[in-house]
C-alpha cells in the first residue's frame, strides 16, 4: 500500500467519522490520531518528492524548457 493510499484511508476515515456514532472522547481521540497520521504521511511524501526533485529537473524546470522557442527563421 502506498503513502498515497494511505493518507486517502485516513482521509476517508475522518469524513465518516461523525456517523458512527462513536462517543464524543473516542471521536476525538481518533480525529487526533488521525490528524496527527496524516501530517506524519504528509512530511514523508514531501520528503519523497525532494529525493526525486534533486535526481531530475523539476515541474517547473520542464514547463519552461517547452515554452522554448525551437523554431527556426
Known sequence: MTL???IMA???FVAVLPFLQFPQDWTNFFAFVAG???IGLGVAVRRRG???ASE???SFE???DSFED???E
Do not use: C, L, Y
Request: no cysteine.
Open 10 to 12: 485516513f482521509g476517508a
Open 36 to 38: 496527527v497520521v496524516i
Open 62 to 64: 520542464t514547463r519552461q
Open 4 to 6: 498515497d493510499t494511505v
Open 56 to 58: 531530475g529537473p523539476t
Open 50 to 52: 525532494m529525493h526525486t
Open 70 to 72: 525551437t523554431s527556426e
